[in-house]
């Protein structure tokens, strides 16, 4: 009897840790089944760049939920990386690191407010994000009246129209942004603290970790990540439209739910948010290639993110 038990509990330990990985296996082999033109390499190509955006934000906010924290801002700070990046990307205007640095640094100047208010003040993540989100979004509608910011230069387009054997920029930009995530939160002292201070802050504070300095930076690259993604989204547009970014953060935190990535803070992988991403990214695909409408996508989506949340309330009873 007790060695049956024991069975059992490995195998709900086993599906609790690897459920995902099957559940996206699942998804695709169904798709791929029900509408043929879903396994199409040219289908594919597109579901690596609709996902490249909503996967490099989610990277920065795998870092920001593991820390018990949320962050609401990163859309409306793509919004506004987007247009300052692009108004320096106009032809003959300046060089092109020039809009890819100001556009990084937006969002990085953006998440660093945001971490300093959450560290040092004590303020609430959704509150200090809450007011980001509305901040940046008129300073983005300010800054170009409202108006797409248009005419940029090849140099810049060519970020989100490019491609290297097949695989397009922005692919290739979200996988640079993975191993990054991958190196940060795994194989460094600070990913180790990151995972402190969301188990236990008090307890990281006491054993040494300059917590503040963790929250801080957390933040702040979530921010520079939002940026990168501003960049990539308005280079694949060609334009920088400051109403662009609604609901990314949405994307964002239900990737990193799903992916396993709780949001009680402590526990989470890049490895799962990629799954998460993909899980959205196919399932939008797949649902658009079954004509089904983005009204029946919201709601499946959001029944997907209240499982993923009891699930994660259930694995830890």
């Avoid at 038990?5 to 990985?21: D, E, P, R, V």
């Avoid at 205007?93 to 020039?98: T, Y």
């Avoid at 060609?238 to 709780?262: H, K, N, R, W």
Wanted: charged share 10%; glycine share 12%.
């Amino acid at each position: 009897m007790e060695t049956q038990t024991n069975s059992l509990q490995k195998t709900a330990a086993f599906f609790s840790k690897y459920g995902i990985f099957f559940a996206f296996v699942l998804l695709a082999g169904i798709l791929a089944v029900t509408s043929p033109p879903f396994r199409t390499w040219s289908n594919i190509q597109n579901i690596l760049q609709q996902i490249s955006m909503n996967g490099i934000i989610a990277i920065g906010m795998t870092l920001v939920i593991i820390t018990a924290g949320i962050d609401l801002s990163v859309g409306s700070v793509l919004a506004l990386s987007a247009v300052v990046a692009t108004s320096f990307a106009h032809p003959d205007q300046h060089a092109l690191i020039v809009p890819l640095a100001m556009g990084i640094l937006v969002g990085l100047v953006c998440g660093t407010v945001n971490g300093i208010l959450i560290a040092k003040k004590r303020l609430a993540p959704f509150i200090v994000t809450l007011g980001m989100m509305t901040v940046a979004r008129g300073v983005a509608l300010v800054y170009t009246g409202g108006r797409p910011v248009i005419n940029l230069s090849d140099s810049f387009d060519a970020i989100g129209g490019g491609s290297v054997c097949g695989i397009p920029f922005p692919s290739l930009i979200f996988l640079g942004v993975i191993l990054l995530g991958v190196f940060i939160l795994h194989f460094t002292r600070f990913g180790r603290y990151v995972y402190a201070v969301g188990g236990n802050e008090l307890a990281a504070k006491v054993s040494g970790v300059n917590t503040d300095r963790v929250l801080i930076s957390v933040y702040a690259f979530a921010g520079a990540l939002a940026g990168v993604a501003g960049i990539v989204l308005s280079s694949r547009i060609m334009s920088g439209p400051p109403a662009t970014g609604t609901g990314y953060e949405l994307d964002a935190i239900a990737a990193v739910v799903i992916g396993g990535t709780s949001l009680s803070g402590g526990i989470g992988s890049i490895a799962g948010t990629i799954v998460g991403v993909l899980i959205i990214g196919v399932m939008n695909n797949g649902l658009d290639l079954l004509n089904v409408t983005s009204y029946w996508q919201q709601i499946v989506k959001g029944v997907i993110i209240v499982l993923a949340v009891l699930l994660d309330k259930k694995s830890k009873h």
